[in-house]
């Protein structure tokens, strides 16, 4: 009985026509001009099903009571292996503590409409981080 169960099982899952999941790989690179440190940055992920993206962030700190200025792209060019390319819009929300000096800076992306992904794309959006 348990192996004609785990039999059926197993054709059930061959049968189901699998796919592998699009993604777009955004690499965050941060540039400091001065006197802060960025601690930490991930890559932020796009796939065409919207409970696949995953938000980057960067966590910024600096002396307390400073003033930085944190501006991140708004567009960014994405392209797959095939030299197909095209834009997406990055949002940014930038928190900031000025007591103790740190800043989280949350960024997301959006597809065009009517864009899905065709195989692995790879782009970067650019953080910049001024001291003032």
Known sequence: MKKTSLLLSLLLFLSVN???QETAI???SVKVISGV???KISDLYLTNDSSGIEDSEVIVSSAPHSD???SVEENSTLTNSLGE???IETDSLITSDTSSGTSLVSISGSLPENKELSGRYTGMVTTTIIYL
């Open 18 to 20: 699998l796919r592998a």
């Open 26 to 28: 955004m690499t965050v």
């Open 37 to 39: 440190k960025a601690e």
């Open 68 to 70: 930085v200025l944190i």
């Open 85 to 87: 390319t095209f834009q």
